[in-house]
């Protein structure tokens, strides 16, 4: 075995964690229960454009990016719900076109068969606690349940400090002036529709680590690929021409890292620099070390990583096919 094939025998198979619950008779979804096996997945996410993080409701005319004191810095914060919650839409959106170009039938449709859910299953208010979506990234019914969250997500920062990393009063480039009906011509523009706002600027780094509990090889790979769809979507507010990403994936083991996202903060040092925290991702003489529950862990580095993703329509299928039964 490779270490690639390695990486994926010791990941939980979709039919040994694909078992029918009570919630709705008969549905399969995958349990949150078992938390032997676990996926961690690390990288660095690249600011492609304007990027506004912000986790407030905003003051009427201006807005300010999210900022925090930490190690030394001021930092842009970019917090894990939010990321969590723009890579959910993008997981939900990707895997709709798997389930239609499998089912030949539309997405509701095909949620209504295999969910029990009518009109599909709809982030935040409207989950169907059954599909691969809700069993990853969880969900709570009124009157129906909760399916816990088996992906977690922690909080980043900015690698550079605000002065570097922020437009805002002040710097150099000031506070952007925006238009909140711009992108919809059928409101009248008016002085009360402009506002200041802060953001981050593009090229700044935050390094992030995600965490999949009972994962399996599906939830990996379609994670990426959800990840890089929304990048081109982007994750600030306005996101629809702001926030959008570049994400470099540095590795990714079936053990949990002993490092956090505070460490590789520190590991760029005084001068910012995201090749000294390569370098602690190197194949050859990794600088990092993952703990496994009880065997040795796998890790797959770099660029193998996003060849990963070539295999995901045919590990949709398996998981279809159990669907289907
Ligand atoms: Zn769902």
Redo the contacts with the bound molecule.
């Keep these: 075995m490779n270490n690639f094939e390695m990486f994926k025998s010791q990941l939980s198979d979709i039919k040994d964690v694909l078992e029918p619950i009570s919630l709705e008779k008969g549905k399969k979804v995958v349990k949150a229960s078992m938390v032997k096996k676990v996926a961690t997945i690390v990288g660095i996410k690249t600011t492609a454009s304007r990027f506004l993080p912000v986790s407030h409701e905003g003051y009427s005319t201006d807005t300010f990016v999210d900022k925090v004191d930490l190690l030394d810095s001021n930092r842009a914060e970019f917090i894990g719900r939010k990321l969590k919650g723009i890579e959910r839409r993008a997981h939900?959106s990707m895997f709709r076109e798997l389930l239609e170009a499998n089912s030949d039938m539309a997405w509701d449709e095909a949620?209504k068969k295999y969910?029990g859910?009518e009109g599909?299953?709809i982030?935040p208010d409207g989950?169907?606690?059954?599909?691969?979506?809700?069993?990853l990234f969880g969900?709570l019914e009124a009157g129906k349940g909760a399916v816990f969250s088996r992906i977690r997500y922690f909080d980043t920062y900015s690698i550079e400090p605000t002065e570097l990393a922020v437009a805002m009063e002040g710097s150099d480039e000031g506070m952007a002036i925006g238009n909140t009906v711009s992108e919809d011509l059928n409101k009248k523009r008016g002085s009360d529709s402009y506002h200041q706002y802060e953001y981050v600027k593009a090229g700044i780094h935050f390094p992030f680590i995600t965490i999949i509990e009972n994962s399996t090889f599906l939830d990996v790979i379609g994670y990426i690929k959800a990840v890089k769809i929304a990048d081109q979507h982007g994750y600030g507010k306005y996101s629809a021409n702001h926030g959008k990403f570049d994400t470099e994936f540095l590795a990714v083991s079936t053990g949990y890292p002993r490092f956090s996202v505070l460490d590789m903060l520190e590991w760029a040092g005084p001068d910012y620099s995201i090749d000294k925290i390569r370098t602690k991702f190197n194949a050859t003489s990794p600088g990092v070390e993952f703990e496994g529950n009880s065997s040795e862990p796998v890790t797959v580095f770099g660029g193998e990583i996003d060849q990963m993703t070539e295999n995901l329509i045919q590990e949709f299928k398996k998981y279809f096919d159990i669907l289907k039964g």
């Design positions: 939900m949620f969910f859910k599909g299953c982030i989950l169907c606690l059954t599909c691969w979506n809700c069993s969900g």
